[in-house]
């Protein structure tokens, strides 16, 4: 599979001259197969480009997976391109009680008083399909999913193919005890052996307990997680949007001397939009 970044930032889209490396768009990753098939993660401003890449390749048929609705997840929806295609089908995947609401928020945020262009008017054929916890085959996916510890139901998926797995999960707080949904035991038993994790990194130690219970990890706790999953590379997601380019940086070289001191195996990355990871 082939996985490209097109959002990375958290929260609110970060333009600007120190955020130029890692990007300043809001959550969107494209999954790609072998065989053609196009998912992608979350409806964040980066589904702009990626929707006139997927034009210009005509392709006709995606799978948009949706972890919850707030807005840095799905505010780049009405920018895509592919949704004013009548040849195109958009498939429209949330697990409950995220896909009762997923028709309802998406048309709501392009209601008349927000946006010109109404959803129940958008040419393409919009299908909504309900993600049934314990798993299920996505072309030649399997996928799972789990709850993250979010104030809002917030779901990661597991993408395995073959031998090789690919984790997302962001707007998670690990360990949390304000909005524990599920433990860090849990959460390491679903991330297990992943070739790949991208996991929010949102905050620093430094930042709780001041940002404890708005559902998102520090770097350093994402390390000691990763680490205990057995994963491969742990991917650091959903930068904050006042993290500047510098700083990210920086992170990275105190995260990769703690990998070296502790003895680690992991390999730490930072998301940065237009990164392609190939396995
Ligand atoms: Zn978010």
Redesign the pocket.
């Known amino acids: 599979m082939r996985i490209k970044f097109w959002g990375t930032r958290?929260?609110i889209p970060a333009p600007g001259r120190e955020t130029v490396k890692y990007g300043g768009n809001?959550?969107c990753v494209e999954i790609r197969s072998g065989e053609g098939t196009c998912i992608i993660i979350d409806a964040g401003t980066g589904i702009r480009s990626l929707g006139k890449k997927l034009l210009k390749e005509g392709v006709r048929e995606i799978h948009l997976l949706i972890t919850h609705t707030?807005w840095?997840?799905i505010q780049g929806f009405p920018f895509f391109g592919p949704a004013y295609r009548a040849d195109t089908v958009i498939k429209i995947y949330g697990v409950p009680p995220t896909f009762e609401k997923l028709g309802k928020l998406l048309a709501g945020q392009m209601s008349f008083d927000y946006f010109p262009a109404e959803f129940h008017k958008l040419p393409a054929t919009i299908e909504f399909v309900e993600i049934k916890k314990d798993g299920f085959l996505l072309k030649e996916f399997f996928i799972k999913s789990i709850e993250t510890n979010h104030p809002l139901v917030t779901h990661a998926y597991r993408f395995e193919k073959g031998k090789k797995v690919f984790v997302f999960m962001?707007?998670n707080e690990l360990d949390s005890q304000e909005i524990a949904r599920v433990s860090w035991d849990e959460h390491v038993e679903f991330v297990k052996e992943a070739d790949i994790l991208v996991h929010d990194a949102q905050y620093t130690l430094e930042d709780f307990p001041r940002l404890k219970g708005w559902g998102h990890s520090s770097w350093q706790r994402t390390l000691e997680f990763a680490e205990e999953g057995k994963v491969g590379e742990v991917v650091l997601f959903?930068h904050d949007p006042e993290r500047k380019d510098q700083e990210i940086d920086s992170i990275l070289r105190k995260a990769k001397r703690i990998i070296q001191r502790n003895g680690y195996r992991l390999r730490v990355s930072a998301a940065r939009e237009g990164r392609i990871i190939r396995m």
């Open positions: 958290g929260s809001t959550t707030h840095d997840h962001t707007d959903h």
